[in-house]
């Protein structure tokens, strides 16, 4: 029991551990980010960067890349953003939980939206992020990475089971 308990991730580890499985439906092979946006330990939203809904893919057909950057996807944060935009949902002192350093232009996006605060585990080229960051007065966090294994395992509840594929 109390090995099980140890595994129960912060509040910190599991919004940024969800921004990493977040990251797994990114369709750039240049970046894999994710992003949840938090408030009141509740979650508003998720964003990937990702080609606009109905484009092609940087995966299927090749990045689109102006200036050493792809510029085919929206930004896993603008993603984030947008969601909440499309659903009525405000942002206003939502904390961004991203598993990288924003850009330069996802962190004015955050600012502008009323972000609070910044928490990432890895960094990134070329961003203006943590200048705009500290002129908005907008802490960001660099925390651990979390760890990338997910600790759920049926076989310890005796309540659940596995569904069988029926022959
Ligand atoms: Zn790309
Ligand atoms: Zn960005």
């Known amino acids: 029991m109390a090995q099980r308990k ?39 939203s998720t964003g990937y960067n ?5 484009d092609e893919h940087c995966d299927d057909i090749g990045c ?6 792809c ?10 953003i947008l969601q909440c935009s499309s659903h009525g949902t405000s ?6 939980y991203v598993t990288n350093l924003p850009c330069t232009n996802c ?8 972000i609070k605060e910044v928490v990432i585990f890895s960094d990134y080229h070329d961003s203006m992020a943590e200048d705009f960051f500290r002129k ?3 802490p960001l966090r660099r925390i651990k990475m979390p760890g990338t294994r997910i600790n759920y395992d049926i076989k310890s ?3 659940a089971k596995e569904i069988k594929k029926k022959k």
């Open 6 to 44: 140890k595994k129960r991730p912060t509040w910190d580890d599991y919004f940024l551990k969800l921004a990493m499985l977040v990251s797994e439906r990114s369709t750039c092979p240049r970046m894999h980010c994710g992003c949840v946006l938090v408030r009141d330990k509740q979650i508003l």
């Open 50 to 54: 990702g080609s606009i809904p109905g």
């Open 64 to 69: 689109l890349v102006v200036d050493n950057h």
């Open 71 to 80: 510029i085919r996807t929206i930004h896993a944060e603008m993603n984030a």
């Open 91 to 96: 942002t206003q002192n939502a904390t961004a």
């Open 107 to 114: 962190s004015k996006a955050l600012i502008a939206a009323g």
């Open 136 to 138: 908005a007065g907008i």
């Open 157 to 159: 509840y005796t309540s």
